[in-house]
């Protein structure tokens, strides 16, 4: 089966959601030790979905690479995290 190409229109929506991931990325506001644990985890839950969004509209080896990365941002005490980053890597290898 061959990969059809994304259409302009696509491309435009995917771009969105990755720059609204790398947005969330970015973020840093956060009040109180415990707070700013639950707030990074959440923005950084929010990113991932909205990478995932991007990839779901056009596959790109940037939005693998990108949601691995906020993979990353995890806490590394979780096992599933580092098999997520590992995924999204090797998946973006095969996507380039």
Same mark, same amino acid.
């Given at each position: 089966?061959?990969?059809?190409?994304?259409?302009?229109?696509?491309?435009?929506i !995917?771009?969105? *959601?990755?720059?609204?991931?790398?947005?969330?990325?970015k973020?840093?506001? *956060?009040?109180?030790?415990?707070?700013?644990?639950?707030?990074? =985890? %959440? =923005? =950084? @839950?929010?990113?991932?979905? +909205? %990478?995932?969004?991007? =990839?779901?509209?056009?596959? @790109? !080896?940037?939005y %693998?690479?990108?949601?691995?990365?906020?993979?990353?941002?995890f806490?590394?005490?979780?096992?599933?995290?580092?098999?997520? +980053?590992? !995924?999204?890597? *090797?998946?973006?290898?095969g996507?380039?």
């Amino acid at each position: 089966m061959t990969k059809r190409e994304a259409t302009d229109e696509e491309r435009d929506i !995917a771009n969105r *959601f990755k720059s609204e991931g790398n947005q969330l990325m970015k973020e840093k506001k *956060f009040k109180g030790e415990h707070s700013q644990h639950v707030n990074h =985890i %959440y =923005i =950084i @839950s929010e990113a991932v979905e +909205r %990478y995932s969004e991007a =990839i779901n509209v056009q596959e @790109s !080896a940037i939005y %693998y690479c990108n949601r691995a990365a906020a993979y990353g941002r995890f806490p590394k005490n979780k096992p599933e995290n580092s098999r997520f +980053r590992a !995924a999204g890597c *090797f998946r973006s290898a095969g996507v380039a």
